[in-house]
C-alpha cells in the first residue's frame, strides 16, 4: 500500500504527469486551427459552422471551469483530475471518428467540459503538492512554461499531423495520453480534499455561473459576425449579467457557496485574476493575428507557420524557468509588471508590421520579446492567484485563474477581431473585392495596436492591484523554508 512518505518522494514525477495533461489541454485550443480547412472540406462545413471546431471547446472550458475546480475540492482532486483525463480521451476518440459537423462539433464540446474539469483539479494538485516558497516556484515555473507553449506547439503539430497523417490525429493524439495519464496518476499522486465540514455542492450557483459564463463566452464569439450592436449580442450579454448576477445573489444566501466571495478580500488574489483576464486577451489575439499575417501576408503554408512558432515556443520555456527563480528572489510583483510591460512592447512592435515584410524583420523578434514577457507573467500570475489561499480553496483559486485567462482570451480575440475585420471588409469592397497585402497588414497591425494596450493595462493592473507586501512576505517564506530545509 503506497504512503504518503511515497506520494512525497515521487511529486517531482507527479508534476510532470500534471503537466503532460495540462499541456494536452492548452494544446487542444490550438491543434485544430491549421487543421480547419482539411476539416470544412472532408465533413461539408459551411464557413459560418467551421468556427464551431473551435468555439466549442473554448465555450465549455469557460463556462465549467469554476464548478470543475470546486469539485476537485469536494470530491478529491486525484479523482476528479482523472474523471477529466477519461472524459477528455474519449470526447477526442468520438471527434476523430466524427462523420458531419455535427458531431464533430459535440465532441469538441465535450472535450472542453473534460478540459474544465482536469484543468484546474491539475492546478490545485501542484498547488497542495508542493509547499509555498521555492519548491512551489518551480514547480509552477514548469506549469507556466507548459501554459505558455501549449498554444505554439499546437500550431506546429496541427500542421504536421493534418499533413502527413490526417485532420482525425489532432484529435486521437489525445487517446493514449489521456488513458495513460490517468492509470499511472493513482501511483503518483495523494489523494487530496477540502477537510470543510459541509460536503453539498452548490448546485443553483454551479448552473447560474455555468449558464452565465458559457453564455457570455458565446456572446463575445459570435459578436464580430453578429455586430456589438446587433440583438443577439446585446440579448446574450445582457442574459449572461443577469445569470451572473443571480448567482452572486445565490452565493450570499448559500450555506456551502461555490465560490465565497470572501476569498476576494484577498487584494492580491482578485488582482491576479484582473491581470489573468488582460493577458488572456493579449495572448490569444497575438496567437491568431501572427498566424494570418503569415499565411495571409507572407504567404508561408501551414508547416511554415508551425515552424515560425519553434523559436517563441522555446523562448517562453526557457523564460518560465528563469521566472519562477526570480519570483523567489524578488518576489511576485516585480517579475509580473515586468513581463506585462514585455508583452506590450511585444505587441507594439508587431503593430510596425508591414505589407512587404519578412519573418527575420516582422515575426521573429517582436516574438522573442512577447515570448519572454508571456514566461515572465504566467508564473507570478499563478503564484499570486494562489497567494494566501488555504488547501481547502486550493481548487477554487485554481478555477478563478483559469477561468480569468479562458474569458479574457474570447474578450480580446472578440474585441480585436472587430477592430481588425470591419475596416479589411470596408478595404476590400473599396478595392473591387481583392484583398491585398496591404490592406490585410494595415488591419492586423491595429490589432496588435489595441492589443499592446490591453497589455499596458495589466502592467497597470500589476502595480495598483497586486499588494508589494503579499510579494515581499512571499519571498521571505521562501527563505525561512530554504533555511529549515
Not at 167 to 185: K, M, Q
Not at 444 to 461: E, P, Q, R
Request: aromatic share 8%; glycine share 12%.
Amino acid at each position: 500500500m503506497t504512503n504518503a512518505r511515497d506520494f512525497e518522494q515521487k511529486r517531482w514525477l507527479a508534476l510532470a504527469l500534471l503537466c503532460v495533461a495540462q499541456f494536452m489541454v492548452v494544446l487542444d485550443a490550438s491543434i485544430v486551427n491549421v487543421a480547419l480547412p482539411t476539416i470544412g472540406s472532408a465533413l461539408d462545413f459551411s464557413q459560418d459552422n467551421l468556427s464551431w471546431v473551435v468555439n466549442a471547446y473554448v465555450l465549455t472550458f469557460g463556462g465549467f471551469l469554476l464548478l470543475g475546480g470546486r469539485l476537485g475540492d469536494l470530491l478529491g482532486r486525484r479523482r476528479v483530475f482523472m474523471t477529466g483525463l477519461v472524459l477528455f480521451a474519449a470526447a477526442s476518440l468520438a471527434g476523430g471518428f466524427a462523420e458531419s459537423d455535427t458531431a464533430l462539433i459535440a465532441a469538441r464540446a465535450v472535450q472542453g467540459l473534460g478540459a474544465a474539469i482536469l484543468s484546474p483539479a491539475a492546478l490545485s494538485i501542484v498547488t497542495t503538492t508542493f509547499r509555498d516558497g521555492a519548491e512551489r516556484n518551480k514547480a509552477l515555473g514548469a506549469w507556466g512554461a507548459v501554459a505558455g507553449s501549449g498554444g505554439a506547439a499546437g500550431v506546429l503539430l496541427g500542421g504536421v499531423l493534418t499533413e502527413y497523417v490526417g485532420w482525425e490525429w489532432v484529435l486521437w493524439v489525445n487517446v493514449p495520453i489521456g488513458l495513460a495519464a490517468a492509470l499511472i496518476a493513482p501511483r503518483l499522486i495523494m489523494e487530496s480534499r477540502s477537510e470543510s465540514a459541509t460536503r453539498s455542492i452548490d448546485f443553483a450557483g454551479a448552473v447560474s455561473v455555468t449558464a452565465g459564463l458559457a453564455t457570455l463566452v458565446y456572446g463575445l464569439v459570435e459578436a464580430p459576425d453578429a455586430g456589438w450592436g446587433s440583438g443577439q449580442t446585446i440579448g446574450l450579454l445582457a442574459a449572461a449579467v443577469a445569470l451572473l448576477g443571480a448567482f452572486a445573489v445565490i452565493e450570499t444566501r448559500s450555506e456551502a457557496p461555490l465560490v465565497p466571495f470572501r476569498i476576494f478580500r484577498l487584494r492580491t488574489l482578485t488582482g491576479a485574476n484582473v491581470v489573468g483576464i488582460l493577458t488572456g486577451a493579449s495572448l490569444f489575439s497575438m496567437f491568431f493575428f501572427i498566424s494570418l499575417y503569415m499565411q495571409n501576408v507572407l504567404g508561408f503554408s501551414a508547416i511554415e507557420a508551425g515552424l515560425a512558432y519553434l523559436p517563441l515556443a522555446v523562448t517562453i520555456i526557457i523564460s518560465a524557468g528563469f521566472g519562477s527563480q526570480l519570483v523567489t528572489r524578488i518576489g511576485f510583483k516585480p517579475v509580473l509588471a515586468t513581463g506585462m510591460l514585455l508583452i506590450a512592447g511585444g505587441l507594439f512592435w508587431f503593430g510596425q508590421i508591414s505589407a512587404g515584410g519578412s519573418f527575420a524583420a516582422d515575426v521573429l523578434g517582436p516574438s522573442l520579446v512577447s515570448a519572454v514577457g508571456l514566461g515572465l507573467s504566467f508564473v507570478p500570475q499563478t503564484i499570486a492567484a494562489v497567494s494566501g489561499v488555504g488547501e481547502r480553496e486550493a481548487g477554487l483559486a485554481s478555477g478563478l485563474i483559469n477561468t480569468s485567462q479562458q474569458v479574457g482570451g474570447a474578450l480580446g480575440l472578440a474585441v480585436l477581431s472587430t477592430v481588425a475585420f470591419p475596416q479589411i471588409t470596408d478595404a476590400i469592397a473599396a478595392n473591387g473585392g481583392a484583398p491585398t497585402p496591404g490592406i490585410l497588414t494595415e488591419g492586423y497591425s491595429d490589432a496588435f495596436m489595441v492589443g499592446s494596450g490591453i497589455a499596458l493595462l495589466g502592467f497597470i493592473a500589476t502595480l495598483l492591484l497586486i499588494r508589494s507586501r503579499d510579494s515581499r512576505a512571499h519571498v521571505e517564506l521562501g527563505a525561512a523554508a530554504a533555511e529549515t530545509a
